[in-house]
């Protein structure tokens, strides 16, 4: 194990600083800091612009750990699975979405996941850390490259529906989307990023507080308890009232309107009782409903709806105004759909 620095870790106060202490100027901070961001440079040697002893000095002091994708599955339907592998050989997954003139990168937030909803593949996992901004930040720079060779046009998008779950990783993943939105990062506009959660109240809340301007969605599945605990065992301690008082927090602070994940599950939320109950919730926040075709995982005891009870869904919140989406699936056969990745070699 290298015990030298992660020097992305240091902001660019601290790399100029790091210079200062080395008796040079601190503007080389801000051209290391250049270097490691906007240009991707994984080699101080790399880095032209400094001289020969500076470079040597820079890696007598830190490394730049990166990651690495290590095996890439292409889809029938252009989707591409990445198996990204981290510094400490630790594998997360990530995943290039096509759609005409717009590319959609989904990106992991943790290794692995703590919170076991039953429909998840990554639940399996268990969580085992969380990702570091830079990890976070290059995988969305990997996708960006895949997208511009094989869509030929950068990402548009960025949807964090990956590995994890992204609250609990919060000051990691907002530092990255500060990254990806800045200019001397990406320059990603933040209302093309969205942040998707199974909902933690204190953490909408603090979104809230923090002025973010990136969209947010939330896994609801269920607009009752009883049903929504059974398949997301957070439910139980964070319930659909503390939820909703978090959304309605959320929305008077930020004017953003939220997207609900909704995937509809035979004999579980296919009955009238469920379909009015989501349009209830969904009646006091101002929201949108995306309805997601189901990717049973091995085992799982878990089937997607008839057609029939996905329409009525539909139909249900367009007779009482809810913007609501049909979203199919992409990526199926090699395991990149929503609740998929579980680091499945093909
Ligand atoms: S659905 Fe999301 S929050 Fe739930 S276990 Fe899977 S990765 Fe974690």
């Known amino acids: ?11 660019k106060e601290q790399l100029r600083d790091f210079f200062v202490l080395k008796k040079d100027k601190a503007f080389r901070g801000n051209q290391v800091y250049e270097w490691l961001w906007s240009k991707g440079a994984h080699d101080f040697e790399a880095m032209t612009n400094l001289s020969k002893e500076i470079r040597k000095m820079l890696n007598d002091n830190f490394v730049i750990n990166h990651i690495e994708v290590d095996d890439m599955q292409q889809s029938s339907d252009g989707t591409i699975k990445n198996a990204i592998k981290l510094h400490d050989n630790l594998v997360v997954e990530s995943v290039l979405i096509p759609a005409k003139n717009r590319t959609t990168a989904c990106v992991s937030s943790q290794v692995g996941c703590s919170l076991n909803c039953t429909f998840c593949a990554t639940a399996r996992l268990k969580k085992m850390r969380n990702l570091n901004p830079d990890e976070i930040y290059d995988q969305v720079v990997a996708i960006d490259k895949q997208s511009r060779l094989y869509q030929n046009h950068k990402l548009s998008n960025i949807v964090f529906m990956g590995m994890g779950e992204p609250l609990l990783n919060y000051n990691n993943v907002l530092k990255a989307i500060d990254k990806i939105t800045s200019d001397e990062g990406l320059s990603m506009s933040p209302r093309r990023i969205t942040l998707s959660t199974v909902g933690l109240p204190k953490m909408i809340k603090k979104l809230a507080d923090d002025e973010v301007k990136f969209n947010l969605a939330v896994s609801l599945h269920s607009a009752i308890d009883e049903i929504r605990s059974k398949m997301m065992p957070i439910n ?9 008082d ?3 927090y959320w929305y008077s602070k930020t004017k953003s309107r939220v997207t609900f994940e909704y995937v509809v599950w035979k004999g579980i939320n296919d009955k009238k009782k469920d379909i009015e109950a989501l349009v209830q919730f969904c009646k006091k926040i101002p929201s949108k409903v995306n309805l997601i075709e189901y990717n049973s995982i091995e085992e799982d005891g878990f089937q997607q709806a008839d057609a029939k009870a996905i329409d009525y869904y539909v139909r249900e919140l367009e007779r009482n105004n809810i913007i609501v989406n049909v979203r199919r699936s992409r990526g199926k056969d090699i395991d990149a759909a929503c609740g998929q990745l579980a680091n499945k070699k093909g």
């Open 246 to 248: 978090s959304l309605q």
């Open 1 to 11: 194990m290298d015990s030298k620095q992660d020097i992305r870790a240091l902001n």
């Open 236 to 244: 139980e301690t964070s319930n659909l009232s503390d939820l909703l």
